[in-house]
């Protein structure tokens, strides 16, 4: 697979993953969390060995920016999420010290 690939495979991929979290199916964007590793593994590995012409270099920076795009939409939709997260693990510390504070008399 070219490098070209490679990043079009990742963009797909958070395209998949932003359509999960745009619905809310936080399980789906962390089970896909997994596939981009190997990606970026492939990535590191070629992009150094192959040669690219003007047009494919214009290609591949098109699809990076596209990347860029997609993860910072991802991030945008995943901070209410992490942030409730938080609250719920908060709230989830404060119960069992409330426990542990009764227990302990």
């Known amino acids: ?28 964007v962390a089970g896909m969390e997994s596939n981009f590793k190997p990606i970026i593994e492939q990535i590191r590995s070629t992009t150094n060995e192959e040669r690219l012409s003007d047009d ?27 942030a409730q997260l938080q609250d719920v693990m908060q709230q989830t510390r404060k119960g069992r010290d409330a426990i542990q504070a009764y227990d302990n008399r």
């Open 1 to 28: 697979m070219n490098t070209i690939a490679q990043y079009e495979s990742l963009s797909g991929l958070l395209t998949t993953m932003i359509s999960a979290a745009e619905k809310g199916d936080w399980d789906q």
């Open 56 to 82: 494919e270099r214009r290609q591949k920076i098109q699809v990076i920016k596209q990347i860029l795009r997609d993860d910072a939409r991802l991030r945008e939709l995943a901070n209410p999420w992490m």
